[in-house]
């Protein structure tokens, strides 16, 4: 017996595929858990499985499609010369976490 596949068996290309659990995310896109939802609903990122009630994964294949969009990216942005800027549309830099507590205004009375 080989340990080849026949290419003419259905199988076979499903038993390269793996599902990254979502754990595993941060070490297979280089995001934190919370960028990689974040991706995820702005459609960055392709969306996960759904595995069981609880448990969702990505395909490992979709994802290493979505590593080449980024090396593209990547590539077309160096021979343009395009910077990305880290500036939101309005042009303030993007903040996380607690807003700023803003000082009340004090009216003079006369």
């Given amino acids: ?29 280089g995001l934190s858990i919370r960028a990689v939802w974040e991706a995820v609903s702005e459609g960055t990122l392709p969306p996960p499985a759904q595995l069981s009630r609880r448990a969702v994964g990505w395909f490992s294949d979709e994802l290493e499609e979505w590593r080449e969009q980024k090396r593209r990216e990547r ?30 205004t004090v009216e003079q009375v006369d």
């Avoid at 160096?78 to 803003?102: F, I, Q, T």
């Fill in 1 to 29: 017996m080989t340990d080849r596949h026949d290419e003419r068996d259905p199988i076979a290309p499903l038993q390269r595929k793996k599902i990254i659990r979502a754990k595993d995310m941060p070490a297979e896109t």
């Fill in 75 to 104: 590539d077309e942005c160096r021979s343009v010369g395009c910077n990305k800027d880290l500036k939101n549309a309005e042009g303030s830099p993007k903040r996380r976490g607690r807003p700023r507590k803003v000082p009340a």
